[in-house]
């Protein structure tokens, strides 16, 4: 059974930085795409961004272009969400999905591409 686990997530000030952490010991990270959403009260969920297993190829929300930065360890098989220059705007719980079939981000902001979830893990930046 896959169960992805969210970690790193807490509270900063505006400008701060955290690193999330995905990971599943039995999961295989090198064979499947991950993306990370996130959930703000009273928002729609939002995609953040993605990882292709194919080619590493990376996409990003045009609101965290530049701040965030996906990567990933094939060897510890855990994927990453670095985010620097944090806003008040980007409190939200984020949780890391993978699809079941496919290594490539081509639909990596629909939520219903994904298969499986993480339970999230929450980030909260103060002004």
């Known amino acids: 059974e896959v169960q992805l686990v969210e970690s790193g997530g807490g509270s900063v000030q505006a400008g701060g930085s955290l690193r999330l952490s995905c990971e599943d010991p039995?999961?295989?990270?090198?064979?499947?795409?991950v993306g990370w959403f996130r959930r703000a009260p009273g928002k729609e969920r939002e995609a953040v961004s993605c990882?292709?297993?194919?080619?590493?190829?990376?996409e990003y929300a045009d609101s965290v272009k530049g701040r965030f930065t996906i990567s990933r360890d094939n060897a510890k098989n855990m994927v990453y969400l670095q985010m620097n220059s944090l806003k008040p705007e980007d409190t939200a719980v984020y949780y890391c999905?993978?699809?079941?079939?496919?290594?490539?981000?081509?639909?990596?902001?629909?939520?219903?591409?994904?298969?499986?979830w993480g339970r999230g893990t929450q980030v909260t930046v103060s002004s």
């Open positions: 999905a993978a699809p079941s079939i496919g290594g490539s981000c081509l639909l990596w902001d629909h939520p219903g591409a994904y298969t499986w």
């Open positions: 039995g999961f295989r990270f090198d064979m499947h795409a």
């Open positions: 990882i292709s297993s194919n080619d590493g190829s990376t």
